[in-house]
């Protein structure tokens, strides 16, 4: 086990060594986290997931209590499956100013920098807690980390800002999207495709589907983004997997098709999720039910991350911009772990080092003066947080 200092870079080869890729187990991670604050005098909670193979990590350095500040990340990171890697991946491996590895710049960097600076903070003799929070499963629909969140302000202190490590290069984001994905199923029936009229093709049924997605997907577009903040400028639908059919001479009974929406902060997906519903049952369902009468199209909501919403002067932007030297906040179109916070009434702020442009792609890394530049953003931090 580390004992005494360990600076952010060897914390970070601690780090990318675990392969936390989302379908693994982050325990391992997870222990190593909880016993190196340990070593430190650190106490930490440990939320896991029902089937126990995943979990969360909450701690609270300075006094108990409510208020505070939490500093948020996930531990898992995207699949390199199929990636032309230069290097090892789960091998933190330094190229000049550069620190290449899965997950270096989202978002182990951030981890590794807060858990180096931990035993300056247990040092500080802090008047207003800092609070470390690791997730998992951010990475597959933001979820991991919501049962941990939900216990804030409940058997957990209620932080009185949160900042969430994803990569945005030390600028301050204060609004991204929403994230929806659904998947919609339809079901006909079989036949012999010389013999149409007995059957109830699914794939024509969810086509139809698939355009009125389309034609809700140009709407959209064209009613833009009145804030004028987001790139790109409107809220977006794609249709992003289809899977249907068995053979080339079998109509096909069944074709599901998975979809998922970006909404700009304020979007109610549950009118565009109506107007789907509406359009299945009142134009597709019945043609397919003239030749099938058990044919259906049902519509499941896979996970939903909601929006982060500008708090303009709140107590998480007001921090992160002083400790950031910076005077502007930024919006974001991918999603992150900050709307759950923000649903729970922390205010939240997304802030850390690295480029999202290095995210989920091969030859990840991490700039070294990022990880500097995060270390002396958490340093103010320390320095705020002592201050009786
Ligand atoms: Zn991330």
Not at 12 to 33: M, P, Q
Not at 375 to 380: H, I, V, W
Request: proline residues 7%; hydrophobic residues 40%; charged residues 20%.
């Amino acid at each position: 086990m580390l004992a005494g200092r360990t600076t952010t870079e060897e914390l970070l080869a601690y780090l990318v060594a675990f392969d936390t890729t989302s379908r693994n187990s982050n325990l391992d991670l997870i222990g190593f986290v909880r016993d190196y604050l340990a070593a430190f005098g650190v106490d930490s909670v440990s939320v896991p997931n029902e089937a126990g193979d995943k979990a969360s990590l909450f701690a609270t350095i300075g006094p108990g209590g409510v208020g505070g500040v939490c500093l948020s990340g996930h531990s898992d990171v995207v699949p390199v499956d199929g990636q032309p890697w230069s290097s090892d991946p789960f091998t933190l491996t330094p190229v000049g100013d550069r620190l290449y590895g899965r997950g270096s710049c989202d978002m182990k960097g951030f981890l590794a920098s807060c858990l180096a600076m931990v035993p300056a903070m247990t040092a500080a003799r802090l008047s207003t807690p800092i609070h470390l929070l690791v997730s998992y499963d951010e990475e597959i629909g933001c979820t991991g980390v919501v049962p941990a969140v939900r216990r804030l302000g409940v058997d957990l202190p209620l932080p009185r800002a949160c900042i969430v490590g994803e990569p945005t290069s030390m600028r301050v984001v204060d609004a991204h999207k929403s994230g929806m994905a659904y998947v919609t199923t339809v079901t006909g029936r079989e036949a012999h495709s010389s013999m149409p009229q007995l059957g109830a093709n699914a794939i024509f049924a969810a086509a139809e589907l698939v355009g009125e997605l389309d034609r809700c997907r140009a709407e959209l577009i064209a009613a833009g983004d009145p804030s004028g903040r987001f790139d790109p400028p409107s809220t977006t639908v794609q249709v992003t997997v289809i899977e249907g059919g068995t053979a080339g001479n079998i109509v096909p009974r069944r074709c599901a098709i998975r979809w998922n929406v970006r909404g700009l902060p304020g979007f109610d997906e549950a009118v565009l999720l109506a107007r789907i519903e509406r359009f299945a049952d009142e134009v597709v369902l019945p043609k397919l039910r003239a030749d099938a009468p058990e044919a259906t199209i049902t519509t499941d909501l896979v996970y939903k991350v909601p929006p982060l919403a500008p708090q303009t002067g709140s107590p998480a932007e007001l921090l992160a911009l002083r400790l950031a030297g910076q005077n502007r906040t930024f919006a974001v179109s991918y999603a992150t772990e900050g709307g759950h916070f923000q649903e729970q009434g922390v205010p939240t702020i997304i802030c850390g080092p690295g480029s999202i442009d290095q995210a989920h792609k091969p030859d990840e890394y991490i700039e070294v003066a990022q990880l500097r530049a995060c270390e002396r953003f958490l340093t103010g931090l320390i320095a705020e947080c002592g201050r009786s």
